[in-house]
């Protein structure tokens, strides 16, 4: 059975830093490219960055371009979201996604999510 | 960046119901067009992928169409666990979602 697990999340003040985990079993991680989507309180998802199977490509969107990291490790089958100069605006939920490509950004949709893992920035 | 727009934002309709909702692109997709159904306090779950793609072990009563910048999903006689939130997503260049479509129990 396919299984995401996030963890990491957390209260953190405006400014600081947190490093969100994706655990991944019941798959071969290493063929898959893996997502970050998120969704703030009451509103809708939006696509945070993506990483193809090798992490030869990372994608971000422009709202956390810069400040966050995507990367991954194949031998720990670990997806992991380093978010650094937090803002209110980062409050969301964080799901881990996985999705089936050609190695770019285009895929035949995210099929299995993780459960997600709540992110709240205040002071 | 392409933005993905779908109407309605709400939808009341009544069990047995045929449903339609679309979701209009900015600039043409081919059919890099993904589907989504999420309920509360739930992940998303994937019904119909590249448009017009039934996902493994979603009920056949969920269709998607379209190709370019207009598509719809279908969802052809509403069953009681149908009420959700239903949202596009394109991944032709970077990925964006449609604002979502809450459909409710009339």
């Known amino acids: 059975e396919v299984q995401l697990v996030e963890s990491g999340g957390g209260l953190v003040k405006p400014g600081g830093s947190l490093r969100l985990s994706c655990a991944a079993s019941?798959?071969?991680?290493?063929?898959?490219?893996m997502n970050w989507v998120r969704q703030a309180p009451g509103k809708g998802l939006e696509w945070v960055s993506s990483?193809?199977?090798?992490?030869?490509?990372?994608y971000y969107a422009d709202s956390v371009k810069g400040r966050f990291t995507i990367s991954r490790d194949n031998a720990k089958n670990s997806l992991y979201l380093q978010m650094n100069s937090l803002r209110a605006e980062d409050t969301a939920v964080y799901y881990c996604a996985r999705a089936l490509t050609g190695g770019g950004i285009r895929s035949l949709g995210y099929d299995h999510w993780g459960q997600g893992t709540l992110v709240t920035v205040s002071s | 960046d392409i933005q993905m727009t779908q109407s309605p934002s709400s939808l009341s309709a009544s069990v047995g119901d045929r449903v339609t909702i679309t979701c209009r692109a900015s600039q043409s997709i081919s059919s890099y067009l993904h589907w989504y159904q999420q309920k509360p306090g739930k992940a998303p779950k994937l019904l119909i992928y590249s448009a017009s793609s039934l996902q493994s072990g979603v009920p056949s009563r969920f269709s998607g169409s379209g190709s370019g910048t207009d598509f719809t999903l279908t969802i052809s006689s509403l069953q009681p666990e149908d009420f959700a939130t239903y949202s596009c997503q394109q991944d032709y260049s970077t990925p964006s979602f449609g604002q979502g479509t809450k459909l409710e129990i009339k």
């Open positions: 990483i193809s199977s090798s992490s030869s490509y990372k």
């Open positions: 019941g798959f071969t991680f290493s063929t898959y490219s």
